[in-house]
């Protein structure tokens, strides 16, 4: 695993959390139980705190950052995550917060100072431009990001579903990883 400290900062990994050899988890990061975090993905805590909630799947080729403090932004934006969250392929997520039962879709980008609430679809290729907030109980697209619709009862249903679903998954490569050392 590619977990590495920077200026005395080392990443802080929950219960059962499976990182991909080839990702890349550096600084002041912590991760909550059951996480998942596939191939590619960086976590990059270097300049803020990253904190990423419980039973929350980080997929392949994401990039996470965070927002630095300096004179046009003296107290920068960390990135927060909530728990049951998914992260598609080759996401963005860029010093902003996000909240419990979202689903940020493939190749979306959720800019500096954004703040999505709890239960939201963020469609694929989706862009959150810098301070905006996404309201619970929505499917945004579009770029810039805009209310599509309201979500249904069976989407709403669907965010433990497949965050639950990704903590399965993950515990089949951590099961394999283990037995690969016997």
Known sequence: ?????????????????FVDPSAV??????????CSIWPLVVIRGDM??????HSTSIQDGSVLHITHAGPYNPDGFPLEIGDHVTVGHQAMLHGC?????????MGAMVMDGAIVEDEVIIGAGTLVPPGKHLKSGYLYVGRP???QRELTEKERSFFTYTANNYVKLKDKHLQEAWASLD
């Not at 695993?1 to 959390?17: A, C, E, F, H, N």
């Not at 988890?25 to 059951?34: A, Q, S, Y």
């Not at 917060?97 to 879709?105: A, P, Q, T």
């Open 1 to 17: 695993m590619k977990i590495r400290s920077y200026q005395g900062m080392t990443p802080k990994l929950g219960d059962r959390v």
């Open 25 to 34: 988890v550096l600084g002041d990061v912590e991760i909550g139980d059951d």
């Open 145 to 147: 990001a805009k209310p």
């Open 97 to 105: 917060k996000i909240g419990s039962r979202v689903l940020v879709g």
């Open 48 to 53: 803020h705190r990253i904190r990423i909630g």
